[in-house]
């Protein structure tokens, strides 16, 4: 187990609605980074947050927003889901000191948009 | 042209055979390299981290990096049921933690 958790585990959203995804990291982490998974395809980097700021951001649209909070929590927000959206989102944590840095990935959340 | 390539067939062998899985890759600034397992319904897993060219061996596990070929390798030795699933590999360059990942294969073993 990587000590990363994730809420919830499934979620069902219609097209237009608003989701917000939550993650646990390892303690101590001070890192986060998310990560969407459509079927069949690698994990696409959406964006990470280092204490508590924004720290690069892929290739995705500003309605997918994100928060980092001190107790090594955060959160993913997407605004008005479209069906391209359904896919399995991954937030993994890690410590970043010198130039190694390990990311620890959590179960995910299953999001289905109808 | 994709970032990282990876063949994204499915494999299916004997137990105890060699499963060898490999990606290329464009971007001459990665310099780190991984391989992740992931079972089904699961998040992926941290199997093997190398860093620049050369080998790396762990268990039943060793990793190999071309930067001259641009070009990882995964081998399992021995394979076990246990070892299916999908194999991602992932990449990043110093000073960008951002991972860029091969769409994975999906490894099954016969018993």
New interface residues.
Partial sequence: E?G?TQSPTHLIKTRGQQVTLRCSSQSGHN?V?W?QQAL??????IF?YYREEE??R?NFPPRFSGLQFPNYSSELNVNALELDDSALY?C?S?L?QG??????????T?LLVL | QKE?E?D?GPLSVPEGAIVSLNCTYSNSAFQ?FMW?RQYS??????LM?T?SSGNKEDGRFTAQVDKSSKYISLFIRDSQPSDSATY?C?MSA???????????NQVVVIP
């Fill in positions: 990587t990363v890192t980074s990560y069949g395809q690698g994990p696409q980097f990470q720290n690069g892929g991954l993994a890690s970043q130039a190694r840095e390990t990311q620890y990935f959590g179960p995910g299953r | 990282v990876q994204p780190y992740y319904r699961k998040g992926p897993e941290l981290y860093y991602l992932a110093r000073g960008n933690n951002r991972l860029a990942f091969g769409k994975g």
